[in-house]
């Protein structure tokens, strides 16, 4: 029992510390105990999720539930999340009862990672290690985001997507692969556009036609 407190301690620390890296609007260790409810959520969770690992009937679910009206955050007690985990803004994110977390996850607001029916088992997504979800993106079903994967804001993920890509779009497409910067953040305004790209490339085969037929 002490040991499981203790670990618990040590994670609370680091899910501080890392949202004193991160967001550069966290002017001080008190302002991010008291007023991040990504912060209060995740600390729920973790305590839900040991009492679900128990086995104690019903207990856990009402906590998720409560933690969801206070924070506006719902994290299933059965989800397995990671280290230094950090939920900015929080607002409106979801996180389903089979999803995987891996450590130095970053989500924003509105994000959910959800399934896409009733079907049974695995039905929610897999997050590599080092992963970003940009706000109000959606994963969703038993798909796989790999190691340092970034998903622009706004975007719609149904596949896997390989590590070190970029997705973006409804639905997602990846628009970069293989970057290497592994300290790299998501530029949200910098993200390129499949969709514009593509009409950019047919206007310019169509003006080619012209300038041939005008010949």
């Given at each position: 029992m002490f040991e499981t407190i203790k670990r618990g301690i040590t994670k609370v620390k680091e899910d501080i510390q890392?949202?004193?890296?991160?967001?550069?609007a966290a002017n001080n260790i008190l302002e991010i105990i008291l007023c991040y409810p990504g912060l209060h959520a995740l600390v729920a969770y973790r305590f839900a999720h040991r009492?679900?690992?128990?086995?104690i009937p019903l207990l856990p679910r009402i906590i998720s539930y409560i933690t969801r009206i206070i924070t506006g955050i719902e994290i299933h007690p059965a989800a397995?999340?990671?280290r230094r985990f950090f939920i900015d803004h929080g607002e409106g994110v979801v996180i389903g009862a089979t999803t995987i977390i891996g450590d130095d996850v970053l989500i924003y607001?509105?994000?959910t990672l959800?399934?896409?029916g009733k079907e049974q088992g695995k039905r929610h997504p897999t997050l590599g290690n080092n992963v970003i979800v940009g706000a109000g993106a959606k994963v969703l079903g038993n798909i796989t985001l790999g190691d340092y994967v970034r998903v622009g804001a706004g975007s719609v993920v149904v596949e896997d997507v390989p590590e070190y890509s970029t997705v973006v779009g409804i639905p997602g497409r990846i628009v970069q692969k293989k970057f290497r910067d592994e300290n790299g953040v998501l530029l949200h305004n910098r993200i390129p556009d499949p969709i514009k790209c593509e009409l950019n490339r047919l206007k310019y085969e169509v003006q080619e036609l012209r300038e041939k037929i005008g010949e």
């Open positions: 890392v949202i004193k890296e991160k967001d550069p009492l679900y690992k128990w086995e397995k999340i990671g607001q509105q994000v959800g399934g896409t």
